[in-house]
């Protein structure tokens, strides 16, 4: 069995200021070793469930947050910058499962903490057919192209109730509670990583229960920007449209081209907006 990992930050149990995920502030170091201990957690459940192959790609900030040595499992690692498919790089149909751990609310779930959708300074929502979506759902379409499940999100419980109408029946770890952008009430981190490898062991034992992520065909991503700008520039890009002032539509019956096409328009977004 051969498990794609993919893994932010802002999720992990404890987090709820920027500091606390960016480096090099004294924060940062102490909560990437809680992000690692979530991912082995993870890796370790998936391991008890029969897991014989894993790959891990750090997604979050410059991407090379965790260290490779610590890994459990003997898991692949990939990071750096600069990934074609962002936080689906690596993803191919040799998987068997993806699971999202330390994941985060989007961009418009104001009760979530740290919510945002790939690029906070530049973007204010994301609609996928319509239904806000955070990064899992944008994700989905990268999962969903390669005919892989998603089985297993980590955060706070906003994140997971936005990635299940994209992923329904995902097996949700709850490890914080938001109260605010920046306030949570977060369990034990002890607690938060049996919650994890727990979680990853069930959804894979029940693996051949899940179905392929829910996103009909050709697909519709809106993207609203804090300013116009940003949407002018997207439109640059083949199949993007400008429906409002600050709201572009990215259309495809292609879903990997789709969510090629919103990761375009996020580093195109990152140069106007950093």
Excluded at 153 to 171: K, M, N, Q, Y
Excluded at 226 to 234: G, Q
Aim: with cysteine; hydrophobic share 45%.
């Amino acid at each position: 069995m051969k498990v794609f990992l993919s893994t932010d930050m802002e999720g992990t149990t404890g987090v709820v200021d920027w500091g606390q995920v960016r480096g090099p502030a004294v924060e940062y170091e102490y909560y990437r070793r809680l992000l690692q201990a979530e991912v082995n957690a993870a890796i370790d459940g998936a391991l008890a469930a029969g897991a014989t192959e894993l790959v891990v790609n750090d997604s979050h900030s410059t991407m090379q947050n965790l260290r490779p040595d610590e890994l459990h499992g003997r898991a692949s690692y990939l990071s750096g910058r600069h990934k074609p498919l962002y936080m689906m790089e690596g993803l191919d149909d040799s998987f068997d499962a993806a699971m999202f751990v330390s994941y985060h609310g989007s961009a418009g779930a104001t009760s979530s903490v740290l919510h945002h959708t790939y690029n906070p300074k530049a973007i204010a929502e994301v609609r996928l057919n319509g239904v806000v979506a955070g990064e899992a759902g944008v994700n989905a379409l990268a999962a969903l192209a390669h005919g892989v499940p998603v089985v297993l999100i980590s955060g706070d419980r906003v994140t997971i109730d936005e990635a299940l109408p994209f992923c329904p029946g995902i097996e949700g770890v709850v490890v914080k509670e938001s109260v605010s952008h920046n306030a949570a009430l977060t369990v034990h981190p002890e607690l938060a990583q049996e919650r994890i490898r727990d979680g990853a062991e069930s959804a894979l034992r029940r693996l051949g229960d899940f179905q392929l992520p829910t996103i009909e065909q050709p697909a519709e991503l809106t993207v609203r920007y804090h300013n116009r700008a940003l949407a002018d520039l997207a439109c640059a890009l083949r199949g993007v449209e400008q429906v409002d002032e600050k709201v572009v539509a990215l259309r495809n019956d292609d879903p990997l081209q789709l969510f090629r096409t919103f990761i375009a328009a996020v580093l195109l977004s990152r140069g106007v907006s950093e």
